[in-house]
């Protein structure tokens, strides 16, 4: 909007009496001046809250607030989804890698808070949800990561640190006394993080079944799937269907049936972790780039999510296949990233679930002297 146009239709200071979810008071403004933004030479509209007696702008409802070059947030989020490093978008974009590493923050926040408002105008869920943990590690395998990303029709989960799969706990020798050094250091991991995660997404899901309808769950045969079903207060509502993972023969040997009727299952799922691997640096199998801290790699998963779901076609050789939100009925064309960044959303705007709050606030456990500190800032959410 321009200066002149534009009108804030709410206070976007989080406490103040307006935003009351009980007894809001009335919101009303004043024009309170003007001010000329360094970056563009822009003229941008001040306001003047009569309820918390606060003052803002109109810069304050976007997502380039405090941005001192805010034509990088479309390119960076375009590379970010397009396999490039930190380091080689900053090249490309003759800035900082700490720049590209804060404007990578930005735009997870501003995912998380997006995909959770527009899955809340999801309806119903009317099909098989396919769920399967991707596994992968920050730091180094030492402190291995687990994030769901189910099918385009369910929403994201990730679970706080784990214990390592078997493929990553080592067995013998020195890596064996340097896993319980660094246990003994800083403890072991939380027991049944993946049951722990299920149980939050069921509970999620299950707000979307229809009354009278089953929800329909497939998953691999892991021990803590059946666990959070079995004890979910709802599991009589859950229709869970488990496919163990079968013995692979050689490279090049035919699947068995059980292989097949697994692989069948679980392919929307399966796809979803190798096209992870396919469009993000740090989570390819031979890279030099990784991961530094758990908050990083959950925050870009979600910007990934969003982009998967919004911009990128379902068959990039159709374009009338359209998106996976357009055949959920959540869109009804496809979106670009200046239209997702168009507005900014506040956190407390939308209902946020413990483990999307947690990486929102970059609360997520991380034993290492490289987290960095929780998102807790005052006015810049």
Known sequence: DTPEAFLPTRCPIRHCPSNAPDRPA?????????????CDGRRVPRFHCCACGRTFSQQTFTTSYYLKRPELLVRVADELVGCSAHRQIARACKCAASTVS????????????????????????????????FESFAHSQYFPS??????????DCSSPRPGPPPAMRPHV??????????EALYGKPKPQAYARALRETLDRLLA??????????????????????????????????RLANPRRGPKGSPR?????????????VDF????????????????????RRHSSLAEQI??????????????????????????AGLSDRPWDWTRILARRLQPFEVDLPPTWEAVYRRRLPFPSHLEVKPHDLKNAF
């Open 302 to 327: 979600f910007t990934h999510g969003v982009w998967l779901n919004y911009v990128k076609l379902r068959a990039e050789r159709q374009p009338r296949a359209g998106t996976r939100a357009m055949h």
């Open 26 to 38: 009335p919101f009303a403004f004043r024009r309170h001046g003007f001010y000329d933004r360094k």
């Open 102 to 133: 804060r404007l990578a923050a930005r735009l997870a926040r501003h995912a998380i808070t997006f995909q959770a408002r527009t899955l809340q105008a999801l309806e119903a869920i009317d099909e098989p949800v396919v769920y399967d943990h």
């Open 208 to 241: 979307k079944v229809p009354q009278g309808q089953r929800l329909r769950l497939v998953s691999d045969d892991h021990k803590q799937y059946a666990l959070a079903v079995s004890r979910h207060p709802r599991h009589e509502r859950i229709d869970h269907l």
């Open 272 to 291: 979803a972790h190798q096209f992870l691997r396919h469009s993000l640096s740090h989570q390819r199998r031979e890279t030099i780039a990784f991961a």
């Open 146 to 155: 687990a994030s769901a990303p189910p099918t385009p029709r369910t929403p």
């Open 173 to 182: 020798g020195l890596p064996e006394k340097r896993r319980d050094r660094l």
């Open 256 to 268: 068995s049936a059980a292989a097949r009727r697994r692989d069948a299952a679980l392919a929307t």
